[in-house]
């Protein structure tokens, strides 16, 4: 059994019921982009691969699910809990690893877990990749130059 397809496959289930088609892809780009994002970061920083993706698939599962961003990371914890206990495929310490990081993942101007740093780093990287021709904004440019940095990436300013 394969867990990340099984989360995949709980995402799709909420993004499929957003009535918006453009938020329906922006849901699509950005978790997905953003699991894909933590798999790169985890991979660099020796991280466990297979939770950074499934924190990012989960990470604004919240918002999407209620279209309501308001206190999305904390809400999205308790959602993502709920979620993972029920597929009953996740030990208990792994879905307190990836709550965790869903917890924390709006804290960007605080250092946590290891863990916790590859989702916020992750949701940066896909916000500030998406397009590069957007401004990468002001809250998300140091943590964006650094990772730049980190992955020896050059001729984008921020």
């Known amino acids: 059994m394969n867990r ?3 989360v995949r496959e709980a ?3 909420v993004l499929l019921n957003i009535a918006d088609a453009g938020e329906r892809r922006c ?8 699991s894909q994002a933590c798999v790169l970061i985890a991979l660099k920083r020796n991280e466990n691969a297979e939770l950074a993706a499934v924190a990012g ?3 604004d599962i919240y918002t999407y699910a209620t279209m309501d961003p308001r206190d999305h990371a904390h809400k999205g914890s308790a959602m993502a809990r709920d979620l993972l206990n029920s597929m009953k495929c996740f030990e208990a310490g792994e879905i307190d690893v990836i709550c965790s990081a869903i ?6 101007e605080i250092s946590h877990t290891s863990f916790d740093e590859v989702l916020k780093d992750a949701d ?3 916000h500030c990749l ?7 904004m002001e809250h998300e440019t140091e ?16």
């Not at 917890?103 to 960007?108: D, G, P, R, T």
């Not at 943590?143 to 921020?158: A, I, V």
Request: glycine share 10%; hydrophobic share 35%; proline share 2%.
């Open 4 to 6: 990340i397809e099984k």
């Open 27 to 34: 849901g699509y780009m950005h978790l997905y982009g953003v």
């Open 57 to 59: 698939m989960l990470h």
């Open 124 to 126: 940066v990287m896909q």
């Open 103 to 108: 917890y924390h993942h709006s804290s960007k």
């Open 11 to 13: 995402v799709d289930a």
């Open 143 to 158: 943590r964006f130059g650094k990772l730049k940095e980190e992955f020896g990436l050059t001729g984008r300013e921020t």
């Open 130 to 136: 998406y397009n590069p021709l957007f401004d990468v």
